[in-house]
């Protein structure tokens, strides 16, 4: 089921938690939280810039401050933020600073956004312990910062993966994302 499909019932509302991830490119980063139960949502957009409302362009053109970004609605009675966490690293280069793969720039960098003070305490023991793990023998570089303000990007850019499945295969592979991950998790 695509992530922007998958409504939570209005009951469940008040128990459900938000989660932001800068990973690179957001296309590459919904598939991998979309498919675990207990997240409800997985939205494509920007956020940690400056501009309100950012179109794609705006973005892409490094004078925002913003990231291409995911934000996702989740249950934490099924999911729990720490498995998020996990999720998350398993999907990127944190030790690259100047982007991620083939997309280079700041509004490809990684970064955590916390919305609460435990997910801020809970980001930071896993940094923590990834840079203490011996995965990546240079420093993790990813951003742990707070959650401002979120801007969903266009649709052509939601659930990439469910659009475009065959372009979205390509551009996992020619980005050397997939590679990356097969080389550093593949035993883990």
């Known amino acids: 089921m695509s992530s922007l499909n998958k409504e939570p019932s209005e009951s469940s509302n008040s128990s459900l938690s938000m989660a932001t991830f800068a990973g690179g490119c957001f296309w590459c980063m919904v598939k991998p939280f979309d498919q675990w139960p207990g997240v409800i949502r997985v939205v494509s957009g920007y956020t940690g810039g400056n501009m309100a409302n950012p179109s794609y362009y705006d973005v892409c053109s490094e004078t925002t401050g913003h990231a291409e970004a995911v934000q996702i609605t989740y249950d934490p009675a099924k999911i729990?933020?720490?498995?998020?966490?996990?999720?998350?690293?398993?999907?990127?280069?944190?030790?690259?600073?100047?982007?991620q793969f083939a997309d280079r720039g700041s509004s490809y960098r990684t970064a955590i956004f916390y919305h609460t003070?435990?997910?801020?305490?809970?980001?930071q023991a896993s940094k923590a312990s990834l840079q203490q793990s011996g995965v990546f023998s240079k420093p993790i570089v990813t951003e742990i910062v707070p959650a401002g303000p979120f801007y969903a990007a266009e649709d052509y850019h939601q659930n990439f993966y469910l659009k475009n499945p065959t372009h979205y295969?390509?551009?996992?592979?020619?980005?050397?994302?997939?590679?990356?991950?097969?080389?550093?998790w593949k035993n883990i």
């Open 117 to 123: 003070e435990e997910q801020r305490q809970l980001a």
């Open 80 to 99: 729990s933020y720490r498995t998020l966490l996990d999720i998350f690293w398993r999907q990127i280069d944190p030790t690259d600073g100047g982007g």
């Open 169 to 184: 295969s390509r551009y996992r592979r020619g980005s050397g994302r997939d590679s990356f991950i097969g080389q550093y």
